[in-house]
């Protein structure tokens, strides 16, 4: 089951305790009208562009995290995923491009509350707690795309074919992604390992559910910029 991989380890047992909070976030009606094709282009497009500046933070984040590690096939592992995110950047604006956003408009865009909100509570953590702490608040995301990128692909309900956001389904299903996903998952079980994870598993598990509860907001988010230009032009 595709699952398997996000149900293990010390993720794994963060993951369960988020509860509902996690269901919230991999079935929001974004993902889940995303998956079907019915999602305005206007949810996608404004979330494309916040999504941009998110990866920004979150290459810091990830810089950030290099610093936090000890040893160097950690900070290579840490590393691996900071270049990911780097080498992503021009593959976003490139797809981006294909839904009429360049990225000099993207870069003079406000960051929404929520953007900001998840990014600079990630950073805080990071700057405040040590690498396990970090790591904790950064996996909702990494897997948790992971997740929803296997689920759409594997529901029977989705058709790729002719699929408007086919591209994107596809791209958090991809080997390569997952790949750097597991990489990521190792690094979060050795490093746990390492600093007391098990003892110190409350405190890690706030920091992870509230980093999950920020990604449910970050989908509401182009959802309701979906409402609002429905509301400024109306049928």
């Known amino acids: ?26 079935t929001h009606p974004f993902v889940q009208s995303l998956g079907a094709g019915t999602l305005p282009e206007s949810a996608f497009r404004h979330y494309l562009t916040q999504d941009y500046l998110f990866l920004i933070h979150f290459a810091r984040a ?37 839904w009429g956003l360049n990225e000099a408009e993207m870069a003079r865009q406000p960051e929404a509350a929520e953007t900001m909100n998840y990014t600079r509570y990630v950073l805080d953590i990071g700057h405040s707690g040590d690498a396990l ?30 699929h408007r956001y086919a591209s994107w389904i596809r791209n958090y299903g991809d080997k390569t992604y997952l790949a750097g996903v597991k990489a990521s998952l190792d690094l979060l079980e050795n490093v746990g390992q390492q600093r007391g994870a ?18 449910t907001a970050f989908w509401q988010m182009g959802l309701n910029a979906s409402e609002k230009t429905a509301a ?4």
């Open 232 to 235: 400024l032009y109306p049928l």
């Open 198 to 215: 098990q003892a110190r598993f409350s405190e890690l598990s706030q920091v992870f559910t509230t980093a999950t509860q920020l990604e």
């Open 1 to 26: 089951m595709y699952t398997t991989l996000f149900e293990l380890g010390l993720y794994g047992q963060l993951r369960q305790q988020a509860g509902r909070h996690w269901q919230d976030y991999v």
């Open 133 to 162: 702490d970090l790591l904790a608040a950064l996996m909702p995301c990494v897997a948790g795309y992971a997740e929803i990128g296997l689920r759409l692909l594997n529901e029977t309900s989705t058709r790729i074919e002719g």
């Open 62 to 98: 990830y810089a950030l995290l290099v610093s936090k590690l000890r040893t160097l096939p950690e900070m290579r592992m840490a590393t691996a995923s900071l270049n990911a995110i780097v080498s992503e950047l021009p593959l976003h604006v490139d797809y981006c491009t294909r």
